[in-house]
Every structure is written in structure tokens, then in C-alpha cells.
């Protein structure tokens, strides 16, 4: 299974861009799929996930209103549209899936990682 982002560029404050992440290799859909971002010098955060047999997204709060997750199942794609992008979301962003229920709701212990995709907003 690989997971393949792109997407990140640089943008000023208040601009958009669109992240993309194809499943590579695997014939089904995760049930859980997120996006999760680093910056230099800061732990991991969950910043969107969206769970498939629930139709349910989550938001960190520091981008609720702002970014938007979604799931093409049949393109086997996740997508995260962020507007409004402020310098505070610089970091690298990785898509991350699972289909462990247990960890569902922590999806920095996902097993499956991309490679990642960085955004910088200056």
C-alpha cells in the first residue's frame, strides 16, 4: 500500500491550496483517512480526518472553518482543500489511513503514511 501526496507549494496569508493523496495498491477504501501536519520543532498534529461508514469528519480546532477534508472512494482519493491559509499552518503535511478501529480517533498512530507534501505560508 502507498499513499502519494501533492499539492503543497508556497502561498501568501489568506490564499488556498488543495492537497491530494492517492491509495496506491490497495483494491478496497480505509475506513479512516486523515491528514496530519508537522512543523520544524513541534509534534505531530491531527488536523482533518474523515471516516468512511460513518459519512463523519473531524477538525483540529486551529483549522475548523477553514479546511476542508473529503473522499473520492471510487478514485481511491483523499483531498484537503485549506482557504484562508495562515503562516501558522507551515509544516509538512501527510496523509495517513488505517482501518483499526481502535485508533481511529489518533491519527498519528495510523499505519499507513505518505511521504508527505510541505506548505508554506509566508
Known amino acids: 500500500v502507498q499513499l502519494v501526496e501533492s499539492g503543497g507549494s508556497s502561498v501568501q496569508p489568506g490564499g488556498s491550496l488543495r492537497l491530494s493523496c492517492v491509495v496506491c495498491g490497495f483494491t478496497s477504501s480505509f475506513y479512516y483517512m486523515s491528514w496530519v501536519r508537522q512543523a520544524p520543532g513541534k509534534e505531530r498534529e491531527g488536523v482533518a480526518q474523515?471516516?468512511?461508514?460513518?459519512?463523519?469528519?473531524h477538525y483540529a480546532d486551529s483549522v475548523k472553518g477553514r479546511f476542508t477534508i473529503s473522499q473520492n472512494n471510487a478514485a481511491n482519493t483523499v483531498t484537503l482543500q485549506m482557504d484562508n491559509l495562515k503562516p501558522e499552518d507551515t509544516a509538512m503535511y501527510y496523509c495517513?489511513?488505517?482501518?483499526?478501529?481502535?485508533?481511529?480517533?489518533?491519527?498519528?498512530?495510523?499505519?499507513?503514511w505518505g511521504q508527505g507534501t510541505q506548505v508554506t505560508v509566508s
Open positions: 474523515i471516516y468512511r461508514r460513518m459519512f463523519y469528519t
Open positions: 495517513t489511513a488505517s482501518n483499526d478501529f481502535k485508533t481511529q480517533f489518533v491519527p498519528q498512530l495510523y499505519p499507513y
